[in-house]
């Protein structure tokens, strides 16, 4: 089989990151972000007509316990994908932690509370409907990491725009290579059960690019025409980013603007009490113009099943302090039955442990078949 394939023309060695290039993710091979939400609609019809033909796979980072950023943006999702009767796997990406941080003495109860909120929410892991599982107890995903690191250039890892983005906001000096190659850990992370949809939020999409590359140079470099692996498509939910109530980019924990899910009602009110809008009183659904506020009626909308128009409509001239009751109460209210199921969840103290045995054992079990397919087309069988 020829190389020609694999062999791009940007295979200089490249020096280290040049962090002002490519920080905007629009850029030419990422593709545009209108055209993979028009995708992601046409996707969303597949799937709830042949859920049978799809296979899930997404994860989080175990940093600290989930807020309504994850929620709406897309814990959300993997719930109704799930409830249709999609194959869903999750990876807590415990691994990927040491990529931006030096703690990870809180790495285990965050993984528990990660678990905690996955259930609350609504994700139900029962063996062939939905597997949760820590990166770190299956080793075949590392099996699947190294022909994977061969079939990328140096070059396109330092392209990648969210890579750049989380260096900066790390502020680290000096960059190890587990977070330069996290796209292709990634990329094991989500072939490995041939995953085929991946819900995520915008700032992930430059990985999913690197995955689809990687499933098509494997397939081209070892498999002919018979793929091994699907090249999975991205699934954008209806608000793909939150903002943080501080009216910043994006709603997180480290930049202390988000609401956690295991808030209490009180707390939840006084974060929004606190929350930036304008001093227009009257109240319109305007992104561009008025980020703040419209964030606040995407929220409403989304506890609600309601849009951010009709919302700011029926606000009409009543300020920003009726917008903030009325997200309160919405909020609240949305939040009430996750909230006493993660209470009911955290008193059982067996119960996390179990979920993740099982979830480790089938996705060993998922991924020792998907090996020993790329070991034979790889000509590595004993
Ligand atoms: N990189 C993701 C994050 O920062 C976590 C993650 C790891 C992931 N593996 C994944 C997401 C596979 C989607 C698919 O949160």
């Keep these: ?73 897309s814990l959300q999702n993997r719930v109704r994908l799930q409830n249709l009767g999609v194959r869903t796997f999750i ?37 062939g409907k939905t597997c949760i599982f820590p990166h770190s107890h299956v080793p075949e995903l590392n099996q699947l990491l190294l022909p994977f690191l061969t079939l990328v250039t140096n070059a396109e890892l330092d392209r990648n725009p969210t890579v750049k983005e989380e260096i900066q906001a790390s502020g680290q000096k000096r960059i190890n290579a587990g977070m330069y190659t996290y796209p292709i850990h990634q990329a094991a992370d989500i072939l490995f059960c041939k995953a085929n949809v991946v819900p995520v939020g915008k700032d992930q999409l430059p990985h999913l690019e690197m995955t689809r590359l990687v499933a098509r140079r494997f397939n081209d470099r070892f498999a002919g025409s018979k793929a091994v692996f699907p090249e999975p498509q991205p699934l954008l939910s209806k608000a793909p980013v939150i903002l943080g109530l501080d009216g910043s980019q994006k709603m997180s924990k480290s930049r202390n603007n988000t609401i956690m899910l295991c808030a209490t009602e009180d707390e939840t009110a006084a974060l929004i009490k606190k929350a930036k809008t304008d001093s227009d009183r009257h109240i319109s659904y305007d992104p561009v113009n008025r980020p703040e506020v419209a964030n606040l009626l995407m929220l409403i909308a989304l506890s609600t099943g309601s849009t951010p128009e009709a919302v700011a409509e029926q606000i009409g001239d009543g300020g920003s302090g009726t917008l903030k009751k009325m997200l309160t109460e919405c909020l609240n209210e949305y939040l009430r039955p996750i909230r006493a199921r993660r209470k009911e969840f955290e008193a059982d103290g067996e119960l996390v442990r179990t979920v993740l045995k099982n979830g480790i054992r089938e996705a060993r079990e998922v991924a020792e078949q998907t090996l020993d397919e790329v070991r034979h087309v790889m000509n590595m069988d004993v």
């Design 1 to 73: 089989m020829s190389n020609e394939a694999i062999i791009t023309p940007e295979l200089e060695l490249s020096d280290g990151l040049n962090l002002e290039d490519g920080m905007n993710a629009e850029r030419l091979e990422f593709g545009t972000f209108e055209a993979t939400v028009e995708k992601s609609r046409l996707l969303e019809k597949s799937l709830a007509e042949t859920p049978e033909n799809y296979r899930v796979l997404t994860g989080d980072r175990p940093t600290g316990r989930l807020h309504i950023g994850h929620l709406f943006g």
């Design 91 to 127: 990876v807590i990406a415990d691994y990927q932690v040491l990529t931006d941080r030096d703690t990870y003495e809180n790495i285990a109860e965050n993984v528990k509370n990660l678990t905690i909120d996955y259930m609350a929410a609504g994700l139900v892991p029962e063996i």
